[in-house]
């Protein structure tokens, strides 16, 4: 036997970068929630992924490190549908990624954005790398695997033709589902709002916050950005948040009443007071810089890391 050699020993292959487009996408895909997936199915069918839900493709150089940040709380069964549709998804589209659910602690009420803004730090901590930031409900899988999870030169939107929205976009300054930043364009914005406890208008505060820092969307085509949404009742602890800016998709409008600087901002009526009207406001001091919160425990499972914090209550 060789003795260990004090040359540097061969050096690793040097992979190709990943191709633009990945050669083997499928397209269209079936989708269905209706069969019973066991999460021990999910890691036989996976045996690529590492602990901690990371993978890397063997055959080619990413040129992003993405996390993908599912904020989360009580839905055990559709994180198993969604690893089990989402895993082979990322594997095909060539990307080195990792998984982290983000875990509310305890049962005061639900905050989604606040839970977004700590896995984007969390998520650092693990792997400085990272510099493509994708947020996915746990609940929404995309029908089409080429929609491809990756960030670009502006935010982009992947969740814009839903089964419950009749695969519409529902208003054009809709940015709710699965979004994607990557890293020097979630600081720009300060990172996503910690204020909005309860259920609705954090999305279009965060559009706010890139039309204010005047970036625009991007959005793949309608024909490819289809979701299918496991279908589900409002979770306790998530009660519509009155301060939000909608009472309901059709309330909504690109505010027709606002001219000048925010035109074209999301915002309710005028003469009434909410949140979201204030973002230019409180995005400055409402953000990833001022974010409190306790990490409880990060464990690594086959097919995702998942942290448990202590985010606070509302005020
Ligand atoms: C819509 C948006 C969502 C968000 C929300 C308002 C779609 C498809 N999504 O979701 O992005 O803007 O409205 O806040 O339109 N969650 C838990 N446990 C809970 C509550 C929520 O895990 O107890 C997580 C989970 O990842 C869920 C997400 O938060 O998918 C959004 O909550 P939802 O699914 O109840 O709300 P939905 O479908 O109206
Ligand atoms: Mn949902």
Redesign the pocket.
């Known amino acids: 036997p060789e003795a260990p050699s004090a040359r540097p020993g061969p050096t690793a292959p040097v992979l190709p970068p990943c191709p633009d487009s990945p050669p083997g996408l499928v397209g269209r895909l079936l989708i269905e929630f209706t069969s019973p997936m066991p999460l021990e199915r999910v890691q036989r069918e996976n045996p690529g992924v590492l602990l901690g839900g990371r993978y890397t493709p063997p055959d080619c150089t990413p040129a992003q490190t993405v996390a993908v940040i ?6 055990e069964h ?1 994180l198993r549908y969604w690893l089990h549709y989402l895993h082979p998804i990322l594997r095909r589209q060539r990307l080195r990624y990792g998984i982290y659910v983000i875990n ?1 602690h305890g049962e005061d009420t ?1 905050n ?2 606040k ?1 977004l803004n700590v896995g984007f730090l969390e998520a650092l901590k693990e792997d400085s790398t990272y510099n493509c930031f994708i947020f ?5 899988v995309p029908m089409d695997d080429r929609n491809l999870y990756r960030c670009g030169d502006q935010p982009r939107h992947f ?1 814009i033709a ?1 089964d ?2 009749g695969f519409r976009l ?1 208003y054009a300054g ?5 979004s994607g930043l990557n890293k020097s364009q979630f600081l720009r914005i300060n990172g996503f709002p910690n204020e ?1 406890w ?6 279009d505060d965060i559009f706010n916050r890139i039309s204010l820092a005047g970036m625009k969307i991007s959005r793949p085509d309608i024909r490819i950005g289809r ?1 299918r ?1 496991i279908k ?1 009742d ?5 009660e519509p ?1 009155p301060q ?1 800016s909608r009472s309901s998709p059709g309330f909504f409008l690109l505010s027709p009443y606002v001219s000048g600087p925010s035109a074209g901002l999301i915002s309710a009526a005028p003469a009434r007071f909410t949140k979201i009207q204030n973002t230019k406001l409180t995005m400055k001091r409402d953000g990833i810089g001022s974010v409190r919160y306790q990490v409880l425990e990060v464990s690594r499972q086959p097919l995702f890391t998942n942290i448990t914090v202590d985010i606070g209550r509302p005020p």
């Open positions: 599912i904020p989360f709380r009580h839905r559709h509310q639900f989604r954005a839970l996915s409900d746990v609940d929404l969740a839903m419950k929205f529902p809709y940015f709710g589902g699965v909005y309860g259920w609705g208008g954090e999305d979701y949404m589900h409002r979770d306790k602890h998530n948040n939000r």
